[in-house]
């Protein structure tokens, strides 16, 4: 682990205590990881309570509304944190970048914003805090910023996050992700090996490469496929998944690797968005609905009995309900295992917003949420239940939130399955006969 390091200098006089908090995407529990490792390096110490701390950080997530309505919540709270002590509120990530400025109004109550290229000068900005009392800031975009040199402090679980990439070139009109994480740039192909080796030297069995766009990755020649064959590879590694891939240029070499190597699983996220060619082209996706249900019927081809998963955003401005159907018959075709549904909101600095009126009625988007999430549910039960009676290799996470004498844990295609819970362990692996099924879990029993 000698390439990772800190490169962090400043540091308070006193040691001081934080609180970190997460929100949003997988990407941001990476980034805060980074955080805490660059913090623990700077010598603050970390507490498991706000009410404790001396610094709460809020790393943070533009993508959809519910996060900021969370944070601006969130934020309040603290407020009345601060009024009654001394206390130092950060806000990072996504929203600090997106926002910037509005987020210093004194109401608030925050005294440093950082965005996704800036924690490595949060000992820096909090230390000036401390001296003058002054906000501080740090919202620069990086053409070069990989953090590649900074070994994440990980808590417990049993998967282990490695973003491969920072930045997306794709400028989805919906999203802000380019404006808030800037352009694409992908960590060398070693950086990403020696993270993974380090990985399994402290337990881990199972990682989960990271990329607003993981197909698109390229180092000094070597593409995604490259890099998932060499992380699988790697001795003590049993699970590689990824996250998250695009429509647009999906390279057969990667399909391969995913349905000849035992270790990368086969389960792939394929984002659809939507199924109407007119609202995909307002999206800037760069395909077609025929193009996508060719991708998918093409991936079901090569590697037989794949898990597909997706994302759909209802509501798109100026979106009729017949387009929107056009959504839902692609669902029906693809059949996909499991789908996140989205109502569309506006977000700052996007060109939907700055092109386009939110035009669909709030009860024409519920309808719509409504309707996709009664479809999936049902086409997600019946692919459940071609489970039954299988027996599965399932990788131990935690005891279930339903019971304690349940242990719950996830099967090669990542569906949650749920078991009687023994002298397992999370990070086991062991074989469970699917006994039961439903939209969102398998049921079954250890053999």
């Given at each position: 682990m000698s390439q990772f390091k800190s490169e962090t200098k400043e540091s308070t006089?006193?040691?001081?205590?934080?609180?970190?908090?997460?929100?949003?995407?997988?990407?941001?529990?990476?980034?805060?990881?980074?955080?805490?490792s660059i913090m623990l390096d700077g010598s603050f110490e970390e507490v498991a309570d706000p009410e404790r701390a001396d610094i709460v950080l809020l790393n943070t997530c533009a993508v959809r509304e519910h996060a900021h309505n969370r944070i601006y919540g969130r934020l309040q709270m603290l407020g009345h944190i601060k009024k009654r002590r001394d206390l130092v509120i950060g806000v990072l990530g996504c929203m600090a970048q997106n926002l910037k400025m509005e987020l210093l109004d004194n109401n608030l109550h925050v005294d440093v914003i950082a965005g996704p290229d800036s924690y490595r000068n949060l000992p820096r900005l909090i230390g000036e805090v401390f001296d003058d009392g002054h906000q501080a800031l740090s919202i620069d975009l990086s053409e070069f910023?990989?953090?590649?040199?900074?070994?994440?402090?990980?808590?417990?679980?049993?998967?282990?996050?490695?973003?491969?990439?920072?930045?997306?070139?794709?400028?989805?009109t919906f999203c802000v992700v380019p404006y808030t994480r800037g352009r694409e740039r992908s960590r060398p192909l070693a950086s990403i090996v020696e993270e993974t080796r380090a990985?399994?030297?402290?337990?881990?069995?199972?990682?989960?490469?990271?990329?607003?766009?993981?197909?698109s990755y390229e180092h000094e020649g070597m593409k995604f496929a490259d890099l998932m064959r060499a992380v699988a590879d790697i001795s003590g590694i049993r699970r590689v998944r990824?996250?998250?891939?695009?429509?647009?240029?999906?390279?057969?070499?990667m399909l391969e690797v995913v349905r000849t190597h035992p270790r990368v699983c086969k389960h792939i996220h394929l984002p659809l968005q939507a199924g109407n060619d007119r609202i995909l082209k307002m999206m800037r996706r760069l395909h077609?609905?025929?193009?996508?249900?060719?991708?998918?019927?093409?991936?079901?081809?090569?590697?037989?009995?794949?898990?597909?998963t997706t994302d759909v955003i209802v509501g798109f401005p100026t979106e009729t309900r017949e387009e929107f159907m056009d959504t839902a018959r692609v669902m029906e075709w693809v059949g996909f295992d499991s789908a996140f549904i989205f109502v569309y909101s506006e977000r700052k600095g996007t060109v939907a917003r700055r092109r386009w009126k939110d035009d669909v009625p709030p009860a024409e988007k519920s309808y719509r949420s409504v309707y996709l999430n009664d479809l999936q549910k049902e086409i997600s039960r019946k692919r459940n239940e071609a489970h039954i009676g299988e027996v599965q290799e399932i990788l131990v996470e935690a005891p279930s939130k339903k019971s304690d004498s349940d242990w719950f844990g996830r099967n090669d295609g990542n569906k949650m399955v749920i078991f009687r819970r023994t002298d397992q362990k999370?990070?086991?692996?062991?074989?469970?006969?699917?006994?039961?099924?439903?939209?969102?879990?398998?049921?079954?029993?250890?053999?």
């Open positions: 006089a006193t040691k001081h205590s934080f609180f970190l908090e997460t929100y949003g995407c997988q990407m941001n529990e990476y980034d805060s990881e980074l955080v805490r910023e990989l953090y590649d040199d900074i070994y994440p402090a990980r808590k417990e679980g049993v998967n282990a996050w490695i973003a491969v990439m920072r930045g997306c070139d794709n400028f989805c990985l399994v030297s402290e337990g881990y069995s199972q990682v989960t490469l990271l990329g607003q766009n993981v197909n990824f996250t998250s891939p695009h429509p647009k240029d999906f390279p057969n070499d077609t609905g025929g193009d996508f249900v060719a991708l998918a019927d093409h991936v079901r081809r090569t590697i037989p009995g794949v898990v597909l999370p990070g086991d692996y062991i074989n469970v006969k699917i006994t039961a099924a439903s939209a969102n879990t398998l049921k079954g029993e250890v053999v």
